[in-house]
């Protein structure tokens, strides 16, 4: 996230969150499967998501009185961080009629707004108590998305964060990762009404810091694998100190992470027409999207070296566009790469000073959280992923046109007046071995049937029909880890695409 959502869920809560277990709503995960894969196949993981904490109801423990109302806290029930805390409850969220949020099968989708609810954010649980935490060293992570009903504006966020897999679960928070709670991420955000199971208001942990609520930020590294509408779409780590969360105050805020992040957004990077409506990648249809994470030894306990990107569409994989911006070389991010954009665009590298991609991979190692959202942005409009930003300097300089969307877009409001139609799916998610869960000749966006899981399976199949055989125009020919055939049927030749994929073109 470059921008943090704040605000976002102030504005229809009304009613918000806090710390204990509130018993008005059962809360019941939406169920949402995904895969495992290495190069003998891929495995169904049934898996669920929870809401994050923000979004839902907080009230007095046993009783019906909100504790947050209209961006005040309730000044009997919350004298202080800790009473705030144990005098207030979580309850259960009415994910589809509340927050329009649906799971089939392998598929989420996140409507954007429902009745006065504005976005949501979710996150996935390996069961009912604990968020599911990956360590994408050496491995990829892929999956469908679809586009088509983001305009300019928005932004559907796929993206990994340090927190912790209970979500801060303590004596003072017994809600935890079951309600959403423990976010954080390199934005350091301060609209979080409780913080390491204490409200977010004057006294936080004896602080006495600035205003009240929202005097204390959470950081944590942050993996954004898609931050996309159907207009820009944009990669980008952001390492902060530390490998877990971190509660900050005043300028500690603006230090602990790197906010701007190592961006690659194929528009910014000078390649017009390889994203968007009809485009290389054609964001009318869904969208299978790679992101591989090498490491410098190319195991799962070296230091992370490199991201690489792919999509499939069509069946056909594509490769990341190339950079073409003077001096910037290459489609994958480095830590060169990023010097060398940063350098290009007059920007301070933050991204390095903070640690760069070794110390993203520190978090990586420790174990992420796998976060589903969707938002528009009440700071800067989204006009850092889709339009001219920074809107002080001119629209000609080097790095700042990072999409086409009108430089006057992205308004909340007028987002929002239109909210009804925008929506986001996300489907088959897989984790797994480089090179092992995506192929050619897999059409990407089978939704919640599940099928493009299972042809993916076939990409063990190709061994057991025997590396004799050959293989069908836009079928995989060669790679590195792969084991099947690599003849092409008559017709096509396989052409080496990179050191992961060879295919029949
Ligand atoms: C809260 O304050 C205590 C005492 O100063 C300190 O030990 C602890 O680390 C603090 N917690 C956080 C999350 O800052
Ligand atoms: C954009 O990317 C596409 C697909 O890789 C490529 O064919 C095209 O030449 C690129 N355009 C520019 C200006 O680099
Ligand atoms: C890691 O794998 C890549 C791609 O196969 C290869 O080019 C590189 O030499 C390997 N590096 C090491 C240290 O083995």
């Known amino acids: 996230m470059f921008r943090t959502a704040a605000l976002v869920s102030f504005v229809f809560l009304a009613t918000a969150s806090a710390q204990q277990v509130g018993t008005s709503a059962a809360e019941t995960h939406p169920a949402l499967s995904y895969q495992t ?46 009473t705030c805390a144990k005098n ?26 429902t009745g006065s609810n504005v976005g949501s954010r979710v996150y996935l649980m390996k069961d009912d108590s604990t968020y599911e935490t990956f360590n994408l060293l050496n491995k990829e992570f892929t999956m469908d998305v679809d586009v088509s009903k983001l305009p300019c504006g928005l932004n559907g966020a796929v993206y990994f964060s340090a ?47 600035n205003s009240g609520t929202g005097s204390i930020g959470a950081c944590c590294s942050e993996m954004d ?34 906010q701007a992040g190592c961006d690659f957004n194929s528009y910014r990077m000078g390649n017009t027409t390889f994203y968007g409506p009809g485009m290389t990648v054609d964001t009318t249809k869904p969208i299978t999207v790679v992101t591989q994470f090498l490491t410098s030894d190319n195991t799962t306990t070296g230091s992370l ?139 990407s966006g089978s939704g919640s049937s599940g099928s493009s899981g299972s042809s993916t399976s076939t990409a063990s199949g190709s061994g057991s029909t025997g590396s004799s055989g050959s293989v069908a125009k836009y079928g995989q020919c060669g790679g590195t880890g792969y084991a099947g055939a690599t003849t092409c049927a008559s017709g096509s030749t396989c052409t080496v695409l990179n050191p992961y994929y060879s295919q029949c073109l």
């Not at 049934?46 to 005040?72: E, F, K």
């Not at 207030?88 to 707004?113: E, H, N, Q, R």
């Not at 913080?195 to 208001?201: D, L, S």
């Not at 509408?229 to 900050?248: D, Q, R, Y």
């Open 88 to 113: 207030c409850a979580l309850d259960g969220a009415d994910y589809s009629g509340t927050y329009g949020i649906t799971s089939s099968g392998s598929a989420l989708t996140l409507a954007f707004k």
């Open 305 to 443: 070296s490199e991201i690489r990107r792919f999509y499939v569409q069509n069946g056909v994989v594509i490769p990341n566009s190339q950079s073409t911006i003077a001096g910037v070389s290459g489609n994958s991010i480095t830590d060169s790469w990023c010097a060398a954009q940063k350098t290009a665009f007059g920007d301070t590298n933050t991204f390095q000073s903070l640690g760069g991609l070794k110390q993203l991979g520190a978090a990586f190692a420790k174990g992420m959280v796998l976060v589903l959202s969707i938002w528009d942005d009440y700071a800067v409009n989204m006009l850092w992923l889709d339009s001219d930003y920074p809107t002080n300097k001119d629209a000609s300089a080097p790095g700042v046109k990072r999409g086409t969307c009108a430089t006057t877009s992205g308004v909340p409001a007028d987002v929002e007046a239109n909210g009804g139609s925008i929506s986001v799916t996300y489907s088959n998610i897989k984790v797994g071995d480089i090179g092992t869960t995506f192929k050619a000749g897999q059409s």
């Open 163 to 209: 927190m912790s897999a209970n979500g801060d679960a303590s004596s003072t928070n017994a809600a935890g990762a079951k309600y959403g709670t423990g976010y954080c991420d390199s934005q350091c955000p301060h609209d979080l009404k409780f913080i390491q199971g204490q409200a977010n208001i004057i006294g936080w942990n004896g602080t006495s810091a």
């Open 225 to 258: 694998i898609w931050e996309a509408n159907s207009i820009s779409e944009a990669v980008t780590p952001h390492p902060c100190t530390g490998t877990g969360i971190t509660a900050c105050t005043g300028s500690t805020c603006t230090s602990t992470c790197d």
């Open 37 to 82: 894969c290495t190069s003998s196949g891929c495995t169904n993981v049934a898996g669920s998501v929870t809401l994050d904490s923000n979004w839902r109801w907080v009230h007095n423990v046993g009783g019906y009185t909100n504790c947050y109302t209209g961006n005040q806290w309730d000044a009997t029930l919350c004298p202080d961080p800790a």
